[in-house]
């Protein structure tokens, strides 16, 4: 199946520092989502992408939508300490199965963020 | 409050013990699905519901069982759980059959199977 290589697994920063990680695939996808996962708790969607060269913000957070549909990065300025969690980036591609179809969600392997104070 | 619960949390049990991990949502979605989370590997999908009764694999089948049997709830099923099971698992959903756009996931549950 599809794969995706997220990178860096995990950063160590500072606060005040800016953070940026990737996504990339070997194949295509309709839309990009980036989800973030705090600890003990389930991800939350952060930005989702839907058109190829799309540059989405929200708040301090900045997300792209790859050209050639395989690739995204977010990025998160001026980190503060509560930025801490596992950010997972997920590529969605319609599939067909038994006559209908739905959005399959392929994720990459979590970028884990540390913040110090 | 619109949510995905899981239940339980925790659980701690031994190889071949049958278990079940309950999933309810109550934002009236069509689309269900579970993920197991471990390190290095992200969340892979385990088996998705489009609707009451339609149910279908995901990328790691193997050793679960889902039903569908109504729209607000989706269990995982361990007929007999393994070490190798021992994961975080969670259950997502989202408007619309097709799953497509944001799916909202619940808490997660921590299995481990000595």
């Known amino acids: 199946g599809q794969q995706l290589n997220q990178s860096p697994q995990s950063m160590f920063i500072q606060e005040g520092e800016d953070v940026s990680m990737n996504c990339t695939s070997s194949s295509i996808f309709n839309t990009w989502l980036w989800y973030k996962q705090d600890p003990g708790e389930g991800p939350v969607l952060l930005i989702a992408?839907?058109?190829?060269?799309e540059l989405t913000s929200n708040g301090r957070l900045t997300a792209q939508f790859g050209i050639t549909r395989k690739d995204s990065f977010l990025n998160i300025s001026a980190s503060i300490p509560s930025d801490v969690g596992i950010y997972f980036c997920a590529g969605q591609l319609k599939v067909y199965a038994g006559g209908t179809s739905y959005g399959k969600l392929t994720f990459g392997q979590g970028t884990i963020l540390t913040v110090h104070p | 409050e619109a949510q995905v619960t899981q239940n339980p949390r925790y659980l701690i049990t031994v190889t071949g013990k049958k278990l079940t991990v309950t999933c309810s949502q109550n934002m009236n979605h069509e689309y269900m699905s579970w993920y197991r989370q471990d390190p290095g590997l992200g969340l892979r999908q385990i088996y998705y519901?489009?609707?009451?009764?339609?149910?279908d694999k995901g990328d790691v089948p193997e050793g679960y069982k889902v039903s569908r049997k109504e729209k607000r709830n989706f269990p995982l099923i361990l007929e007999s759980p393994s070490p190798n099971q021992t994961s975080l698992y969670f259950c997502a959903s989202s408007f619309g059959t097709s799953g497509e756009g944001e799916q909202f996931f619940g808490p997660g549950t921590r299995l481990t199977v000595l």
């Open positions: 519901s489009m609707n009451v009764e339609v149910t």
């Open positions: 992408l839907y058109k190829a060269g």
